[in-house]
């Protein structure tokens, strides 16, 4: 594609050589840089691209796309000077791509938790009513029936914009998709056009990254404040946050609750291992997904497929068929009844939300067995409340490791033994490795106890020092309690 067409929408500050020239392909990684490529020098958490424009030069990059120029001496190459390069390169991948998201409709879902739990049964309940349909999520990228690996909860600019064209040229109608707080901080949505923003809860997470929970609260909120008036955005009032979220958006503003009068409203009448049976929008509805969390969850997901003008009786009906995203309170029984839950909560208010939830439909007698760790290189400040919220909620709790990645899992467990209070001592156990603490929970439950493993969900590996090994909860849990299949 010529470099004029490109540059189309971006705000240039200053600009050095030809815009006549083709570009072969983007990129803002140095190491991947050929022949005839743009290079975007971005400054990130731990290195400057800047630093890597020469050695793109010698590469064969002739379009650098950055924030300050560098001491020019190749003419042959064209320097765009912008304000923001991951700013310029949303916009510049999606002219690359010919702005697929303006020729589906695109739906954006943001929150602490339920993300990929409203984007995957969004995904399948539009898939189900027919439409062509894709799905981008931290667990799988689906155009319609092709699986595409995920390497982030939200695409890089460049991945993101080559996944919505495959899903326009397979014929994709709708796609869903998670909004993570670092993709809108670090600009990976920039220059989409989506049809409706939708919000689920906002809670402690990520302050690694935004500092604090204003920050963090603010990069979600930035979400809603781009939406054109064109799209919808639907909140869930119920979270103290969710009007915030919509008071500078210029799109037309949605609501959902269960706890107060809303557009969407239901009402919890039943929730059972077996699912939840709900009043929504006066229907009484069986569903299979287990929780009351995700009775929010439901309703995020019937108000969107409201608001994309679907009838509401095929929605409520197909809705109820459908099970929820791999890996969140995925449960086994064993033959001796001992039941074993595999959930994804990695944040004090997931912990704490699978844990009431097992608490309000245990029986009372059996024991809930906690198996939790906490990652490495992530927030630190909720290690000692998910330890703190996982003993307030069990009878034991084994603290463990997570994905440890560059930290010491020693390090990180002492970090959560921290938030446990003395009478909550007796409790716990520490067990480093992952599979000793899972073994060990399922060798302390007896019959009818409920066993949590919580963290990893899907994950199928264990990453730690940068090497990510085979490693899956469901399977260890299967191998222990050995259910009948
Ligand atoms: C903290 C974070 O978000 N990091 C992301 C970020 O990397 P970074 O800013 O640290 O990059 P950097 O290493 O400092 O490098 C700066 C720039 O120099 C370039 N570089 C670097 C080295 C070199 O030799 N040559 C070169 O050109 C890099 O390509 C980059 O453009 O930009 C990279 C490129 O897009 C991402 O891959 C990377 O994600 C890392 C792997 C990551 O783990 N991110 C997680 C925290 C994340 O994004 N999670 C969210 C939310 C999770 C959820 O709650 O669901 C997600 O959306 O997945
Ligand atoms: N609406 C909700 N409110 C609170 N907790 C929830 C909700 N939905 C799911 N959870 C809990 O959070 C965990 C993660 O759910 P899910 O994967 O849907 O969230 P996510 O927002 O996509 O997370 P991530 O930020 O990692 O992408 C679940 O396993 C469950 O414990
Ligand atoms: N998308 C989240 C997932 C955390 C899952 C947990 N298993 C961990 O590794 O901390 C993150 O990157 O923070
Ligand atoms: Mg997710």
Redesign the pocket.
Known sequence: MQLQDLLYGVTIKELVGRTDRTVNALN????KVTNDDAFFA?V??????HL?INQTVEQGAKVIVCENLPEIDNYDVTYVKVDNTSVALGIMAGNFYGNPSADLKLIGITGTNGKTTIATILFKLFKDLGYKTGLLS?VENYINDVVVAAT???P?PIALNALLRDMVNAGCDYCFMEV?S??VA?HRIEGLTFSGGVFSNLTHD?LD?HKTFDEYLKAKKAFFDVLPKTAFALTNIDDKNGMVMLQNTKAYKKTYALKQLADFKAKIIENQFSGLHLDIDNEDVYFKLVGSFNAYNLLAVYGTAILLEQDKLKVLTLLSRLTGAEGRFDYIVSPEKVIGIVDYAHTPDAVQNVLSTIANIRKGTEQVITVIGCGGDRDKTKRPVMAQVACDWSDKVILTSDNPRTEDPQTIISEMEAGVSPTNKRKTLSILDRKEAIKTACHLAKSGDIILIAGKGHEKYQEINGVRNHFDDKEILLEQLNPRS
Request: aromatic share 14%; net charge negative.
């Open positions: 803002f990684d140095s190491r971005i990130g958490t731990a290195a400057d691209g890597f931290t982030h909860t939200t890089n993570s670092h993709a670090q990520h990254f």
